[in-house]
């Protein structure tokens, strides 16, 4: 069975700041992994997928995520943090394997502080 | 290129009816998948329809079923409403061109209120 689970449920960052986002993962296979960002009375967006090309993922917005197998993680970060980035972020795992059943994480939701 | 939409965005129904939501996917994908969303619960995915057919399914009870037409077109069917059905349901579409890795475009939602 896949889980995904996101390490704190509540990040504060000042404008301009590091953005980090916790996530880890189980799965017993090779895993798709996503990030997801939701705004207010919104559905959710992709920000960037893994997939197994490369370990080191580029989304939009800014933001990137590193797939590190040893840890089973995929944290995300932007370097600099923005107002605009305040929201609640999702981070998901798929097997792939016959059919598209997504698992998400609890969800973080990101505060940007003047 | 029109997004996923969903109606209606807003419902309000009491204890014991039923409900139907419908869901019109991004022109030419074919996979349609539906996610319950509520603040205890987070994101728990319901079922998937690809080709009029149901590939996947979460574990949820009997009362929520869906169905995909032959344009895509999807709804979702919730029987016996009970309070913990409230919620927003999300319906996310996809081309499943490679499996797992599809994009997956989710739509705004429909907010159910079950009174």
């Known amino acids: 069975a896949q889980s995904v689970t996101q390490l704190g449920s509540h990040v504060s960052v000042s404008e301009g700041a590091l953005v980090l986002l916790r996530c880890n993962y189980s799965s017993s296979v090779p895993p798709y992994l996503f990030w997801y960002v939701q705004y207010p009375n919104q559905g959710l967006q992709l920000l960037l997928k893994?997939?197994?090309?490369?370990?080191l993922v580029k989304g939009i917005n800014g933001f990137e995520a590193e797939f590190k197998k040893s840890e089973t993680s995929f944290h995300l970060t932007k370097p600099s943090a923005h107002m605009s980035d305040a929201a609640e972020y999702f981070c998901?795992?798929?097997?792939?394997?016959?059919?598209?059943?997504?698992?998400f994480g609890a969800g973080t939701r990101l505060f940007v502080k003047a | 290129k029109a997004g996923v939409t969903q109606t209606p965005r807003y419902l309000i129904k009491t204890r014991g009816q039923q409900v139907t939501l419908s869901c019109s996917p991004i022109?030419?994908?074919?996979?349609v998948s539906w996610y319950q969303q509520t603040p205890g619960q987070g994101l728990q995915f319901l079922f998937e329809?690809?080709?009029?057919?149901?590939?996947n399914k979460g574990n949820f009870p009997g009362r929520f079923s869906g169905r995909q037409f032959s344009n895509s077109r999807s709804e979702m069917n919730v029987s016996t409403l009970e309070l913990g059905d409230s919620a927003l349901y999300l319906c996310?579409?996809?081309?499943?061109?490679?499996?797992?890795?599809?994009?997956?475009?989710f739509g705004p939602g429909t907010r159910l209120t079950v009174l």
């Open positions: 996310a579409s996809s081309t499943r061109e490679t499996g797992g890795t599809d994009t997956q475009y």
């Open positions: 998901a795992v798929s097997d792939g394997t016959g059919g598209f059943k997504t698992i």
């Open positions: 022109s030419g994908h074919r996979s």
């Open positions: 329809y690809f080709s009029e057919t149901q590939r």
């Open positions: 893994y997939t197994s090309a490369a370990t």
